[in-house]
């Protein structure tokens, strides 16, 4: 199983910065996707920025130019650092992964963190 553990939410004013961490654990056979996502008020969740195996970087057109997926492999830690923050930017973020669990499947499976709060006021 796998545990994803975010933190760095918190309350910032507009034009502010402000990083999250997602910290993983857990055993997984493979990771074919890893990345963020958001869920504004009243909203459905949405695509932040992600990795892909193939070696791509999405990100939601959003926050192109302002926010910044990154990841240290050492720690299996991937970062969101979010620049020029924007009232809209207000949601809880989620980090997220899509792999394969085990050897056994080949079934892929979605593992969510808590989620943080980020609110964006002045």
């Known amino acids: 199983q796998v545990h994803l553990a975010e933190s760095g939410g918190g309350l910032v004013q507009p034009g502010e910065s402000l990083t999250l961490s997602c910290a993983s654990s857990?055993?997984?056979?493979?990771?074919?996707?890893r990345g963020w996502y958001r869920q504004p008020p009243g909203k459905q969740r949405e695509l932040v920025a992600k990795f892909e195996s193939a070696g791509r970087t999405v990100y939601a057109e959003p926050v192109k130019g302002r926010f910044t997926i990154s990841r240290n492999n050492t720690k299996n830690t991937i970062y969101l650092q979010m620049n020029n923050l924007k009232p809209e930017d207000t949601a809880v973020y989620y980090c997220h992964i899509e792999g394969r669990p085990s050897l056994e499947t080949t079934a892929r499976s979605d593992y969510w963190g808590q989620g943080v709060q980020v609110t964006v006021s002045s």
């Open positions: 857990g055993s997984i056979v493979a990771i074919y996707t």
